[in-house]
């Protein structure tokens, strides 16, 4: 019996979301879910290291075999889109430096094989986490959390050993994976 820990990270530069599951024998255990709240932090720099830390002391404490990660998404503020990227920069960062695989899901694919309507509300995927996970209460107060763990149960759900044959938007497995991938990214 194996066990594979899938850790997703809904990043943010407010709130950065996440949850921990494992899984053994097809079936999906909630290790952890819970939010970073940065709101009160002024300085963006500061905030990204904090993000670092936090996704690298996550990496260190529950070891998991896999990150899965929002991909960004084209908005009309530009300025929140290079914020969010570098959050998600860092995060991808920390899971780059301890080797681990990592996998980035677009919202509505996230959305998709969650709740099986791409347009679902965050109350809709929540909701279907609570039933999926046999949960009796959903311990959060923030939806960002949920979404991170809505990752974890996506890349699982689209992986080979879960329920699903769909494939993931972009999969790196370190540092020369990533470079391989994404030449235009690399001055």
């Known amino acids: 019996m194996s066990e594979k820990i899938i850790i997703g990270i809904d990043p943010g530069t407010q709130v950065m979301g996440f949850g921990i599951i494992s899984i053994v024998n097809r079936k999906i255990k909630l290790l952890c879910i819970d939010e970073l709240i940065l ?73 998709m094989s969650i709740t099986g309507n791409g347009n679902a509300s965050k109350e809709q995927v929540s909701g279907m986490l609570k039933t999926l996970l046999n949960l009796k209460e959903f311990p959060t107060r923030y939806l960002d959390a949920s979404d991170g763990l809505a990752l974890a149960v996506c890349h699982y759900l689209n992986s080979k050993n879960g329920l699903s044959s769909q494939t993931a938007s972009n999969s790196y497995s370190g540092w020369n994976a990533f470079v391989k991938n994404n030449p235009n990214r690399i001055k």
């Open 39 to 111: 709101k009160k932090i002024d300085s963006h720099a500061l905030k990204l290291k904090k993000i670092f830390e936090k996704t690298l002391s996550l990496i260190d404490e529950y070891k998991p075999d896999e990150l899965a990660i929002e991909e960004p998404f084209y908005g009309k503020n530009v300025q929140s889109m290079l914020k969010l990227g570098r959050a998600q920069g860092v995060a991808m960062a920390a899971g780059l430096l301890r080797e681990i695989p990592i996998t980035e899901y677009l919202p509505k694919k996230v959305k």
